[in-house]
């Protein structure tokens, strides 16, 4: 079992930047593929971004691509959401998620489904 705490969310004008991070502790952490969710309050949970248990292939929803960039430090058992150029609807909770691999596969997952650990969430407000 892994359990995971988001951080980094806030208050950021239109254009900005933030940061989020999402530690991980319990199991080793290379056994998980990773991903990042948002959601706004009366609609579904909705894919971000996600990556691979190494690192070395990520996927992105159109709508954060060429802007949003998951990486992952395996070390220090962290995954994060570097966000840039940051718009208005980009505001919601955003949650990172974890999928137990059972084997060294190097995909990504894209479905909410797919995954088994969840945190709390973060929000993130993009004022305009």
């Known amino acids: 079992q892994v359990q995971l705490v988001e951080s980094g969310g806030g208050l950021v004008q239109a254009g900005g930047s933030l940061r989020l991070s999402c530690a991980a502790s319990?199991?080793?952490?290379?056994?998980?593929?990773m991903g990042w969710f948002r959601q706004v309050p009366g609609k579904e949970r909705k894919f971000a971004a996600a990556v691979s248990w190494n690192g070395d292939n990520t996927y992105y929803s159109d709508s954060v691509k060429g802007r949003f960039t998951i990486a992952r430090d395996n070390a220090k058992s962290t995954v994060y959401l570097q966000m840039n150029s940051l718009k208005p609807e980009d505001t919601a909770v955003y949650y990172c998620?974890?999928?137990?691999?059972?084997?060294?596969?190097?995909?990504?997952?894209?479905?909410?489904?797919?995954?088994?650990?969840w945190g709390q969430g973060t929000q993130v407000t993009v004022s305009s």
């Open positions: 998620a974890a999928k137990t691999l059972y084997s060294r596969t190097t995909s990504y997952f894209t479905g909410g489904g797919e995954y088994d650990y």
């Open positions: 319990g199991r080793t952490f290379s056994r998980y593929a």
